[in-house]
């Protein structure tokens, strides 16, 4: 049976993750686990998180497991959400913490000048609701799931790869960020597909059955 491996470092809704892992593939056996043994023993690996950098990369050394997401990152498909994508980058803005350098490239914060919607009208820090992610290179996990489609956004920062041709997707609000990377065996994303409805659910079906 195969295993998905969700890791657990103390920060984000682990659970609702979990829950719409087991709805798309009732097949495989979804482990939340703060075990690195687990981690490593895993076919598939999800690393999501919510919260402040400075807390989740703190955590993430505190229970060891800085080690097992660079190896799982390495080895085996594996999909970042949210704080799981800004903490593959090398810097952060937020507390000015150095990430895990999967990637090369920065988190900064949303600029308040920037921060005005096409009508002119002030939009609000943190981003959080419903946005268009509008995708601008090809990938198995975008199957059946139409260019600028809407997915759940809750976050401060985003990130500003070095490389722009890992970006797989970008979202406008204020300004047009990288919204998605992908990389060989690695998908990130800044939204949460776990609460993003039938699309969000449908891009998880697709990491359960990747073979990169």
Not at 52 to 68: H, I, K, Q, T
Request: net charge negative; hydrophobic share 45%; with cysteine.
């Amino acid at each position: 049976m195969t295993t998905v491996g969700i890791i657990d470092y103390g920060m984000g809704n682990l659970r609702s993750v979990a829950k719409a892992i087991e709805h798309v593939a009732p097949g495989v056996k979804v482990d939340v686990t703060a075990d690195p043994a687990r981690v490593a023993g895993a076919d598939r690996v999800v690393f999501p998180g919510q919260g402040a950098m400075p807390d989740c990369m703190r955590e993430l050394d505190l229970r060891g497991l800085r080690s097992a997401v660079l190896e799982a990152a390495a080895s085996k498909p594996f999909l970042g959400i949210c704080i799981g994508l800004q903490m593959l980058f090398e810097h952060s803005d937020e507390g000015n913490v150095p990430g895990l350098g999967v990637f090369a490239g920065n988190v900064v914060r949303f600029c308040d000048e920037d921060m005005r919607g096409a009508d002119g009208a002030r939009l609000k820090v943190p981003h959080m609701g419903w946005n268009e992610v509008r995708q601008c290179n090809a990938h198995p996990l975008w199957a059946g799931i139409p260019d600028g489609e809407r997915f759940y956004f809750v976050h401060s920062y985003h990130v500003r790869p070095a490389d722009g041709t890992i970006a797989v997707a970008e979202t406008e609000y204020g300004v047009r960020f990288t919204s998605a990377v992908a990389r060989a065996n690695i998908f990130a994303v800044q939204f949460h597909p776990e609460k993003s409805a039938q699309m969000g659910l449908r891009l998880l079906s697709n990491f359960i059955g990747w073979t990169p």
